[in-house]
């Protein structure tokens, strides 16, 4: 199963698209707004984008991924010798410690059972702590205008770069709001990430300012249902 993990490496490493790019860049800022107390856990490295930011912002910090070459990669890019990262599958992972906030950031779309990732996690949460998820969106807007033009026959169907990536299913914002509530959360915040009118290739033939890259982040906060990703703030409900 390592072995699995680190021959995906490659799709994780410099380049990175636009919208990915951008994402990446946003969310954790959101996440650092809505979090409350100082400790956060986060579930795997990816680009180390989110993890370089949240090392800065959160004491204490620990991260966890299952892939060796995943880490080298990591502490060769960046200069954060002081990083607790720990090798470990998600699924198997223990700890004593409880964190005010933990963060799967587009983990869910990758993980064989993301029921049990949900409920394995809660047990590390503190009283009144909040878990964060990120995942793609599968009704995003420019996803919707592919179907409606016959360019997409399904909206659920998964590209090669999705499996590149390792992803083994779409969610959208129903989907996701169901999955998180038969698991014991209640939803807190719902946010959109990235309000993306058009393929990666076509932003990139625009060449948007940066202004208008802002604009199309900033917009999304408030539209979930037909952002890129979709980032939800949860908390077990009482009794959960």
């Known amino acids: 199963m390592k072995d699995s993990l680190n021959h995906r490496v490659d799709a994780y490493d410099e ?12 969310y954790p800022k959101r996440g ?24 800065q912002h959160f004491k204490p910090y620990r991260v966890i991924d ?44 990758h993980v064989d059972d993301p029921g049990f990732i949900l409920r394995h996690f809660r047990k590390f949460l503190q009283p009144g702590g909040s878990i964060f998820v990120a995942i793609p969106n599968s009704e995003s807007l420019h996803r919707r205008f592919g179907h409606a033009s016959g360019l997409l026959p399904d909206m659920e169907l998964l590209s ?16 996701l709001t169901r999955l998180c509530e038969d698991e014991g959360y209640r939803t807190v915040t719902a946010e959109g990430i990235l309000l993306k009118p058009i393929t990666t290739q076509q932003m990139q033939q625009l060449a948007l300012s940066p202004e ?23 908390q077990p409900r009482a009794g959960a």
């Open 15 to 26: 380049s990175f698209v636009l919208d990915n790019t951008l994402m990446l860049q946003w």
């Open 160 to 175: 090669d770069a999705d499996h590149e990536f390792g992803h083994q299913r779409y969610f959208n914002l129903r989907t």
């Open 212 to 234: 208008i890259l802002g604009g199309l982040l900033t917009v999304g906060i408030d539209y979930p249902e037909l952002c890129n990703a979709i980032l939800l703030r949860l």
């Open 32 to 55: 650092a707004e809505l979090a409350s107390g100082s400790s956060m856990l986060e579930l795997g490295l990816g680009h180390g984008f989110t993890t370089a930011f949240f090392a």
């Open 66 to 109: 299952g892939a060796p070459e995943m880490i080298r990669r990591f502490r060769s890019r960046f200069d954060l010798p002081e990083v607790d990262i720990v090798e470990s599958w998600f699924e198997t992972f223990e700890t004593d410690t409880r964190y005010d906030n933990i963060c799967m950031g587009f983990v869910l779309e």
